[in-house]
C-alpha cells in the first residue's frame, strides 16, 4: 500500500528493532505475575473499557504482558515460538511494517474494546490471545511450507496449522454471537477450547481483520525460508568482505594499509595508467607506458 510506504519513509527511523524481544519478555513478566499472584491480571491488568473509563488508564498498556500460555510445561516453547515467528515476521516486512502491524492490532482491540462500551454498555474484557494468533496467521501465510512438530512428534506444514487456525476463529466469531450461554452447544465448544461470548468474537474479529489488511499489503514481497537463508548469508559476506578490502596496494611488492601503519602510498604521473606504489617502490619503479 502506497500510504503505508509513505509512513515508513516519514516514521521509519522510530522502528523498534528486534520488537519481539522486548515483547517477549512482557510475556515472561506476566507469566511470573499470574504465577505469584493468581487473578491479579484479570482483576486489575486486563484490557476492561468499564474500568478504563474509571480512571484504570493502565490497562491500556499492561494488557498486553498477558503470556501465551499459563503452562510452566509449555511456557518456554510458546515464547521461543513467538519469538522466532516475530523475527521472521520482522524480517521479511521490516522493523516499521512489523511494528505497525503488532501496534495496530494493539490499538484496535483498545479501540472497539471502548466503542463498544460507549455505545451498547458492555463490558467486554481482553487478553492477548488473538493478537499472538493473528501473527501465526501471518507467518503461516508467508511461510506455508515451514514444518512444526506437532506434540513434538508428528511433522505438519504451517500452512496446515494455519488453515486450523482460520477455522478455530471462524467458529469463534460466529458463536460468540449466536451460541447462547451455558446452552449445550456452548458447553460443546469449550470441550474444545472455544468459549462463545461477544468478548471473544469481537477480538477474534479485530485481530483478523487486522491480519487480512496487512497480508493483502504485503504478499507481494513473499519470499521463501531458504531464500531469507541466502539473502541473509549473502549480507554476511558483504560484511566480510568489506573488513577485508583495502583501498592501497603497491603493484610491485603487493603491500597495503594493512601491512603496516606508516606505509605511504602514490600514484606515479609518469606512468600511462593509475598504478600506486609503495614509498620503497615509487621512486625506484619502472615506468609503464
Known amino acids: ?15 523498534i528493532p528486534n520488537l519481539m ?116 496467521f501471518a507467518f503461516a501465510a508467508l511461510f506455508p511450507d515451514v514444518q512444526f512438530l506437532l506434540f513434538f512428534i508428528i511433522p505438519i506444514k504451517c500452512k496446515y496449522l494455519g488453515y486450523a487456525n482460520g477455522l478455530y476463529f471462524i467458529v469463534t466469531i460466529i458463536a460468540g454471537f449466536l451460541v447462547p450461554q451455558k446452552s449445550p452447544m456452548w458447553l460443546s465448544l469449550l470441550r474444545f477450547g472455544i468459549i462463545a461470548d461477544p468478548a471473544n468474537s469481537v477480538a477474534a474479529l479485530v485481530s483478523f481483520l487486522n491480519f487480512i489488511i496487512f497480508f493483502l499489503a504485503m504478499r507481494r514481497n513473499r519470499f521463501s525460508p531458504k531464500e531469507i537463508k541466502r539473502r541473509r548469508s549473502y549480507e554476511k559476506k558483504v560484511k566480510v568482505a568489506a573488513k577485508k578490502s583495502t583501498h592501497h596496494r603497491c603493484v610491485i611488492c603487493g603491500r597495503t594499509e594493512k601491512d603496516g601503519e606508516n606505509l605511504e602510498f602514490r600514484f606515479c604521473s609518469k606512468c600511462a595508467g593509475n598504478y600506486e606504489y609503495c614509498q620503497d617502490h615509487l621512486f625506484t619503479h619502472e615506468h609503464r607506458k
Open 21 to 136: 524481544y522486548y515483547i517477549i519478555i512482557l510475556y515472561a513478566l506476566g507469566f511470573v505475575v499470574e504465577v505469584a499472584f493468581p487473578g491479579l491480571y484479570a482483576q486489575y491488568l486486563a484490557l476492561n473499557a468499564a474500568a478504563i473509563m474509571r480512571g484504570e488508564i493502565w490497562r491500556i498498556f499492561t494488557f498486553i504482558i498477558q503470556p501465551p500460555t499459563g503452562s510452566l510445561l509449555f511456557i518456554f516453547f510458546s515464547l521461543y515460538l513467538y519469538y522466532m515467528i516475530g523475527k521472521m515476521l520482522e524480517y521479511q516486512w521490516g522493523a516499521f511494517k512489523f511494528n505497525m502491524y503488532f501496534f495496530s492490532g494493539l490499538i484496535l482491540h483498545v479501540l472497539v474494546c471502548i466503542a463498544i462500551y460507549l455505545v451498547t454498555g458492555n463490558n467486554l474484557s481482553y487478553g492477548t490471545m488473538y493478537l499472538n494468533m493473528s501473527l501465526f
Open 1 to 15: 500500500m502506497r500510504w503505508l510506504e509513505k509512513m515508513e519513509r516519514r516514521f521509519g527511523r522510530y522502528a
